[in-house]
């Protein structure tokens, strides 16, 4: 347990890094307010189940990169293959700190859209408790399995780099996949997806959503683990027929 609250602890330290510095915090901001301005254009009705519900990918968004990062960085290769620190402790804690990263910056691009619409507002407009319950528990699956996504490719490739260019692009096609494959399915499921997408139904769909999200976060995690070990396994071997 103290060797995963040191990881924990070092994945901390390590932010202003990870965040790529002023550039990356530059980014991160431009990308918030680009958040905060669909409420001028949609006013109340930025409330909407639909809209909230591609909030939520702003966890993924995040959290995919940063674990990347984490795992593939040029800086990372010493402490990936340290055998001090298991390998469980190193893959749960990583990820664990990529979800969390993915989770708060999609609370601060949904907070900074909700003051842009209360500001636009003559009265307090805010989402139900229970819609905004589901939807902080989609968004933690969804920044769960990014982050445990992020994981298990990076340990894959082994770079940085190229997990990234996977990860957009597997992203992309999840994006894809939600706006385009609902519309060519029969007109009776796509009116059980819009009767799941009214705003009494959206909280249950937001964590219908998530449970299976956690699940495959945790294979995820699992698989890299494994991966890890196998490969600190294969390097102690290359090690022993070197000596």
């Known amino acids: ?27 991160i901001a431009f990308l918030l307010v680009l958040a ?24 993924m968004l995040f959290a995919g990169p940063f674990a990347a990062q984490s795992f593939g960085g040029a ?9 001090a620190i298991p390998a469980r402790d190193l893959v749960v804690g990583k990820t ?20 842009t619409l209360n500001s636009e507002s ?17 968004s933690l699956g969804a920044a769960c399995f990014a982050a445990a996504t992020g994981a298990r490719v990076t340990l894959a490739v082994r770079t940085a780099r190229a997990s ?14 939600m706006l385009a494959f609902p519309r060519v399915l029969p007109f009776a499921i796509q009116e ?14 937001c964590l219908a959503l998530a ?8 294979w995820l995690t699992i698989s890299a683990i494994g991966e890890l070990e196998e490969r600190r396994q294969g390097l102690s071997i290359l090690g022993g027929v070197d000596q």
């Open 122 to 138: 003559s009265r307090p407009v805010w989402p139900t408790l229970r819609t905004t319950v589901g939807l902080l528990c989609l």
């Open 96 to 115: 664990i700190a990529a979800a969390l990263y993915g989770w708060v910056l999609f609370g601060a691009a949904l907070g900074a859209a909700l003051v």
């Open 36 to 59: 905060a301005l669909p409420p001028f254009k949609f006013g109340p009705a930025f409330l909407d189940p639909q809209i909230l519900l591609a909030y939520a990918a702003f966890a």
């Open 211 to 218: 449970v299976p999200l956690l699940v495959l976060a945790v």
């Open 1 to 27: 347990m103290n060797m995963l609250a040191d990881v924990l602890t070092e994945e901390g330290r390590k932010l202003p890094a990870r965040l790529g510095g002023l550039k990356g915090a530059l980014a």
């Open 164 to 177: 990234r260019q996977l990860l957009r692009l597997g992203f992309l096609f999840l994006v894809l996949m």
């Open 192 to 205: 059980h997806i819009h009767a799941a997408l009214t705003r009494r139904q959206f909280p249950v769909t």
């Open 75 to 83: 800086s990372e290769l010493v402490t990936i293959e340290d055998k």
